[in-house]
């Protein structure tokens, strides 16, 4: 893959606070394998039918956005985020002044998250989230399939859209209106929307994540979420390797255009197995970095499939009319014996 460049102005925007909130979105565990996951919130009570009624709870406006689509290091984040209609311009833009997350500061929009997250707070008690952290180590695996099996990037992002709206509606919110950030032709990716959820209308927009409150709000989600992953991995590698805890993470944003993710990738590359689970292998950064001599990778070939030739255990041994030069492991043990001597 082409790897993705950022203008060098947006670099200070993308990387993580250094004191970033962690939200409840952040599994550890999985981070730490290299497994990809989902995590949903609590859908607020307001959002939900009365206990014993058959009627819907109140029309939801759903929003959808990624973040970390780019980057060589770390996952990549597909947000979403839902309330009630009318709530969505006073209670995301007026109070609040969620905004695409990319124009935000790190500091604000992890504040941003904290709110979310805080049971107190008007966001908490009115509106619902959930994110999939794509990691970097399946995105990977799915792009370097062989023989034509690739499993694209976008084809992985429509999956994590398509589960976690599923998601949603399985925990009984009933959303009437979609409103999604496009990862190729809106036209395109509107209609294969349609056809999965015929009941809503979808919107599929260029820029979403600046014209529909509840994109910006599932920007925040999804890139505080990943600033926070970033951290968790980095502390887990510094922990490791006896670097404080506190220091900021050395491989800044983690975009290929960031000198200082370039820089701790050539610095910290092992000769075989590369990195860990926070790098993705299938990008040009990464698979050009191993292949160069220079950096002191080391070629490996991988024995090909088995060829169909099949051996007896009989062929190990000599035949009674062999010589004893050329029975190359009889000899290293000794002057072979013939059957007789049994």
């Known amino acids: 893959m082409a790897d993705f460049q950022p203008p060098p102005e947006d670099i200070a925007l993308e990387t993580p606070a250094s004191d970033v909130f962690i939200p409840p979105s952040i599994n550890t565990t999985a981070l730490l394998h290299g497994d990809t996951y989902t995590h949903f919130s609590p859908v607020p009570p307001s959002l939900l039918p009365s206990p014993g009624s058959s009627t819907l709870g109140p029309p939801c406006a759903l929003g959808v956005d990624e973040a970390g689509r780019g980057p060589v290091l770390g996952p990549m984040v597909y947000g979403i985020f839902y309330l009630p209609l009318p709530l969505s311009d006073p209670l995301l833009r007026t109070t609040h002044h969620f905004d695409d997350s990319k124009v935000l500061t790190p500091t604000f929009r992890s504040a941003l998250m904290q709110t979310l997250c805080t049971p107190t707070s008007d966001l908490h008690a009115s509106c619902g ?3 999939s952290a794509l990691s970097a180590r399946d995105i990977s695996s799915g792009m370097l399939r062989p023989h034509g099996g690739t499993y694209n990037l976008n084809a ?27 990862i190729g032709q809106p036209a395109v990716y509107q209609a294969k929307l349609e056809r999965v959820f015929p009941t809503a209308k979808i919107t599929v927009a260029k820029k979403a994540d600046s014209l529909y409150p509840c994109v910006s709000a599932a920007s925040v989600c999804a890139k505080v979420t990943r600033d926070a992953a970033l951290e968790t991995l980095w502390k887990a590698r510094g922990q490791g390797e006896g670097e404080g805890e506190d220091e900021e993470m050395a491989w800044g944003s983690g975009y290929p255009s960031d000198g200082r993710c370039v820089s701790w990738m050539k610095g910290n590359m092992h000769p075989v197995f590369g990195w860990g689970p926070e790098c993705r292998f299938s990008w040009g950064t990464a698979k050009d970095m191993l292949e160069a001599t220079k950096n002191g990778g080391v070629k490996v070939d991988w024995p090909v499939d088995d060829d169909g030739d099949s051996h007896q255990v009989t062929d190990f041994f000599t035949s009674k009319d062999q010589t004893t030069e050329g029975d190359e492991l009889g000899t290293w043990f000794g002057t072979p014996a013939g059957l007789e001597a049994f």
């Open 156 to 182: 992985q992002a429509m999956d994590a859209t398509v589960e976690l709206i599923r998601g949603a509606y399985a925990l009984g919110v009933n959303i009437t209106e979609i409103y999604v950030d496009t």
């Open 129 to 131: 989230w959930a994110i």
